[in-house]
């Protein structure tokens, strides 16, 4: 059964930093893979999809990669906001289920 | 504007009333699913469905039913809500292997 880890589970910086948040996952026969962002007390939004035979994704100040077959990804947040708090989830896909990982809770300080 | 919406936002309600969440999308998506989240545990997938009369369990369907009658609509029914229920419910939609859109959420207390 896939299993999805993310580290680290907590992440506190200051403004302006360039910061790396980790997901691996244990099966990598996986459709594709899904970064998203969750705010407190609301829903998801999906960040950056990549798809099997990718390798990464941008949007932005974000940048996604995928390893399949080292079971990796991870985001990039380049010059990081204050905005950018939030809790940071990534999932995978696979034969029709979608498991999410624990997620990275950001807080990014002036 | 393309969403999903659910509703209620918010229930309290008490053990053994029956309740539905409603879920509606306007995306024309195929794919429907819940999920509910909870401290420590993360986001789990209740049901999930590939499209109309199509529906299928997650990692932890007891308790719960869902039909999809139509591609818009995947209400979530809970027959005899009991505490254990309590949760934040979410529902998700999008076309088959593509970008997963949430719904704001449903908090559920069940007392």
């Known amino acids: 059964k896939q299993e999805v880890t993310q580290i680290p589970a907590a992440l506190s910086v200051p403004e302006g930093e360039n910061l790396v948040l980790n997901c691996s996952f244990t099966?990598?026969?996986?459709?594709?893979l899904q970064w998203f962002r969750q705010d407190p007390g609301k829903g998801l939004t999906s960040l950056l999809l990549i798809q099997s035979s990718q390798r990464e994704q941008t949007s932005g100040r974000l940048n996604a990669s995928l390893d399949k077959s080292s079971g990796r990804s991870t985001l990039y947040i380049a010059a990081s906001q204050p905005g950018d708090s939030a809790t940071y989830l990534c999932a995978s896909e696979s034969t029709d289920k979608l498991i999410f990982g624990t997620g990275t809770r950001l807080q990014v300080f002036p | 504007e393309a969403q999903v919406t659910q509703n209620p936002r918010y229930l309290i309600t008490v053990t053994g009333k029956k309740l539905t969440v409603t879920c509606s999308q306007n995306?024309?998506?195929?794919?429907m699913s819940w999920y509910r989240q909870d401290p420590g545990l993360g986001l789990r997938q209740i049901y999930y469905s590939m499209n109309v009369e199509v529906t299928d369990k997650g990692d932890v369907p007891e308790g719960y039913k869902v039909s999809r009658k139509e591609k818009r609509n995947f209400p979530l029914i809970l027959e005899s809500p009991s505490p254990n229920q309590t949760s934040l419910y979410f529902c998700a939609s999008s076309l088959i292997l593509g970008e997963l859109f949430f719904g704001e959420g449903s908090r559920l207390t069940v007392l």
């Open positions: 099966d990598s026969a996986i459709y594709n």
């Open positions: 995306m024309n998506h195929e794919y």
